[in-house]
């Protein structure tokens, strides 16, 4: 098991791999993610902008994981427990649903927080979809504190519940 930055030519497969996540949510009744996101141009930009980091396994990208300092728009308003310092946004934390389960995603967050505890992040800031309970769970048994909810109208109607970690204060 390898986690490293991914490079343009992962694109299509990185796409697949969040159109299988996609989809196998969508079994389950969770409309997270849908036709609109994650994109092939999202993914592509995360790549240029070197914060997209795949998880690799017998040379096949299993997983994948934003880590940016890159503020989203939505999360402007939000009263975070931090309010200065240098924040790490998670995004797009993903694992193919024939590997999920097996601790992967688990490995991706540990990777994460090593890299921002390095980096002297204040602390980790992330969003979920409202109606994955399994996420939230995950979330809360690392110590994230949920706080209050945003809206990806694109997405969809539900809240996503914004996260955060604090490291260093």
């Known amino acids: 098991m ?27 009744g969770i409309f997270q993610w849908n036709n609109n996101y994650p994109s ?13 980091w795949k998880l690799v396994v017998n040379k096949v990208n299993i997983g994948i994981i934003v880590l940016t300092q890159i503020e989203d728009v939505e999360y402007k308003k939000v009263k975070w427990l ?39 992040f204040t602390s980790i800031r992330l969003d979920t979809f409202s109606k994955n309970e399994r996420n939230n769970r995950f979330y ?3 110590n994230y504190v949920q706080l209050e909810s945003i ?6 109607e539900f809240p996503f519940y914004c996260f955060e970690k604090v490291l260093n204060v």
Do not use: W
């Open 2 to 28: 390898i986690i490293e930055k991914a490079v343009l030519s992962d694109v299509e497969e990185l796409f697949s791999l969040t159109k299988s996540c996609a989809k196998h949510l969508e079994g389950k």
């Open 82 to 120: 931090s309010n200065n310092g240098i924040h790490l946004y998670i995004h797009r934390l993903a694992v193919l649903p024939s590997f999920q389960g097996k601790g992967y995603a688990q490995k991706l967050m540990d990777f994460a927080e090593n890299y921002a505890a390095k980096k002297n």
């Open 140 to 142: 809360k048994k690392r």
């Open 151 to 156: 809206y990806f109208p694109n997405q969809s």
């Open 40 to 52: 092939k141009k999202v993914l592509q930009q995360d790549i240029e902008l070197n914060q997209l």
